[in-house]
Nanobody
């Protein structure tokens, strides 16, 4: 069964940058469309960004992060990344990756990585 291990979360000041990573187990990673989700305290988990398969992968973003966040993947390393720039306090959340189809997560959840934006 596919497993996800997120890392890279940290305390960062507003306006700062951070990169979170997700290592995915198994040999089929390159075939998975992937997504980053986040869950803030007291809120439902939400989809932040998705990246499709292949060299011309379609990429989508939640409106509030478009232009600030970039999702990338390295199929040779079975890893998906979320590059976060110009972060805001409202970006504070636990960030998770998962297989993403039709804006839904299709695999088990990992432990997530905590991102806190605060001065």
């Amino acid at each position: 069964q596919v497993q996800f291990v997120e890392s890279g979360g940290d305390l960062v000041q507003p306006g700062g940058s951070l990169r979170v990573s997700c290592a995915v187990s198994g040999s089929a990673f390159s075939f998975y469309p992937m997504g980053w989700f986040r869950q803030a305290p007291g809120k439902q988990r939400e989809l932040v960004a998705t990246i499709g398969r292949g060299d011309s992968a379609i990429i989508t973003y939640k409106a509030s992060v478009k232009g600030r966040f970039t999702i990338t993947r390295d199929n040779a390393k079975n890893t998906v990344y979320l590059h976060m720039n110009s972060v805001k306090p409202e970006d504070t959340a636990v960030y998770y990756c998962n297989v993403a189809r039709d804006k839904q997560a299709w695999g088990p959840w990992g432990q997530g990585t905590q991102v806190t934006v605060s001065s």
